[in-house]
Structures are given as C-alpha cells and as structure tokens.
Nanobody, 118 residues
Framework: QVQLVESGGGSVQAGGSLRLSCVVS????????MGWYRQAPGKQRELVAT???????NYADSANGRFTISRDNAKNTVYLQMNSLKPEDTAVYYC????????????WGQGTQVTVSS
C-alpha cells in the first residue's frame, strides 16, 4: 500500500522559514507528479505547488517567489522550502501523489501543521 508521510511542520514567526518533507513509501514516486496543498481553518484545500517527473514546477500566486518545491528520487522524497513566511500561510499542509492513472486514485498524506505568528 502506498503511503505518504509528511514532516517538518511547526511554529515560526513571520519572516521565518520551514522545510516540509514528504516521504513516499514505494517506487511510484519516480513516475508520479507530486504536489503540496494546504488547508486553513474554515477554508477549502488549495494547491500550493506541483512538480512533475520532468522537474517542471507550478506555484500558486501566494507561494510564487517564496516557496520552492523539489524532489529527491533516490530518497523518494519531495520537499517544500518555505521562506518569508506570513501569518496567512498558517494551515495544514498536505502532500499529494498524482497516481490516478497508475492506481485509480490519488494518494494523500496525513498533513503537517504550519503556524506562523506575527
């Protein structure tokens, strides 16, 4: 069974940085687009960034210029480096493997909390 496990969340002051990690349990990582999403209290889950196997990236306007998504295929891990954090970045961050075509469904991690204080 494919599993995604996020880590790296925490509490930080505005202007600080965090790096989130998402480890994928199986080798589907090397053939899957990966993404980071977030969900703030009372809001819908929204896309933060995606990264294809060809290393093409896509960022939400709110993340562009501050966040960087990357992957290490040898470690089956995708990262989200978050700099210049703002209180509005406070949310639960989720990792997603785009495996609909391969497995019939996408795979989500359990989420990691990021809290940014002013």
């Amino acid at each position: 069974q494919v599993q995604l496990v996020e880590s790296g969340g925490g509490s930080v002051q505005a202007g600080g940085s965090l790096r989130l990690s998402c480890v994928v349990s199986k080798s589907i990582f090397s053939i899957s687009t990966m993404g980071w999403y977030r969900q703030a209290p009372g809001k819908q889950r929204e896309l933060v960034a995606t990264l294809t196997t060809g290393r093409s990236t896509n960022y939400a306007d709110s993340a562009n210029g501050r966040f960087t998504i990357s992957r290490d295929n040898a470690k089956n891990t995708v990262y989200l480096q978050m700099n210049s954090l703002k209180p509005e970045d406070t949310a639960v961050y989720y990792c997603k493997a785009y495996t609909q075509g391969l497995l019939g469904r996408d795979i989500w991690g359990q989420g990691t909390q990021v809290t940014v204080s002013s």
